[in-house]
């Protein structure tokens, strides 16, 4: 004569026969990364998001709504461009001035510990500067007179002058490209409120044409540290992984496509935790429930 299983008994039933889809993985689950952000190709040390590509990028870059962004302390930047072969990216500050856009500026800084350092091609213009400026110091040497005279006068040709208060071709009196005497690099900083400047522009190439300011290339050209390629980063992507990190020593994980985190590559856990593993431990776990179920009923 059988006896009927105690409520602890069933309890344990019904989770060895539950799918074991349903219990939550102890490997992390990572779905945000990705090959590309809007139009832009995503690829190592670059990631889309948290978790993807290296830590040290992760804290600048990252992918929100389909556009790529650069984070410092002064503010964020949209990614317009990035050149793998020559490590380089472009960023625009949304309140950086142009000839077609003209309006009062914040500041940018780029820190000395970021993987990222200002290129020299770039060219900085401070616009509507006060007469007081530091900049005009004559002492301190800060503005090219050279062939920056040109840059202002391209500048100041265009119409979009009335958005800081100014006429266009009036004087160049209160422009300066900024020439500061140490080496652009790391630790770059570019302080308007101190400089006693209305905005600033940057140019990073002239499209061809020096003499028209509307076809000028505007944005910020920075060169990036590619020294952290690794052969077990190859070796994730050879097997169709992304490379990233994860945990709080932030040590390198192999992000496969199924979302799923291993330490080598995805030819092994990364891929079979998706398919073949689980569906025979689903399997395996249900003749044990139904086992189970036999003994408490019959013993």
């Not at 139009?39 to 040290?56: L, N, R, V, Y």
Request: charged share 15%.
């Amino acid at each position: 004569m059988f006896t009927l299983a105690k409520p602890c008994h069933i309890l344990l039933l019904l989770f060895l026969l539950h799918p074991i889809h349903a219990i939550p993985s102890i490997i992390p689950l990572n779905d945000t990364c990705r090959d590309k952000c809007g139009t832009i190709p995503i690829k190592f040390p670059f990631g889309s998001g948290f978790g993807c590509g290296h830590p040290d990028f992760a804290r600048h870059i990252k992918c929100s709504y389909g556009t790529l962004q650069f984070s410092t302390g002064t503010g964020i930047y949209t990614v317009s461009s990035i050149d793998y072969s020559s490590n380089t990216i472009v960023i625009v500050d949304p309140l950086m001035s142009t000839c077609s856009s003209m309006q009062n500026s914040g500041s940018f800084t780029l820190e000395r510990t970021s993987p990222f350092s200002v290129l020299p091609d770039n060219i900085f213009v401070l616009l509507g500067c006060s007469t007081t400026s530091p900049v005009f110091d004559r002492n301190a040497d800060f503005c090219d007179t050279g062939s920056g005279l040109n840059v202002c006068r391209g500048l100041y040709s265009c119409r979009s002058v009335e958005g800081i208060g100014l006429e266009p071709n009036g004087a160049i009196s209160t422009c300066c490209v900024y020439d500061p005497p140490t080496a652009l690099g790391s630790s770059y900083g570019l302080d308007l409120p101190k400089l006693q400047c209305s905005s600033y522009s940057a140019v990073y190439g002239f499209g061809g044409d020096e003499g028209d300011p509307m076809k000028w290339q505007y944005g910020i050209s920075l060169q990036y540290n590619n020294s952290y390629y690794s052969d077990a980063c190859k070796n994730c992507e050879d097997s169709g992984g992304f490379c990233g990190f994860s945990g709080l020593h932030e040590s390198f994980a192999c992000i496969c496509q199924n979302g799923m985190n291993t330490t080598i590559n995805c030819y092994g856990r990364g891929y079979a935790w998706s398919g073949t593993w689980r569906h025979k431990i689903q399997t395996k776990m249900s003749i044990g429930g139904f086992l189970l179920l036999w003994t408490m009923i019959f013993l």
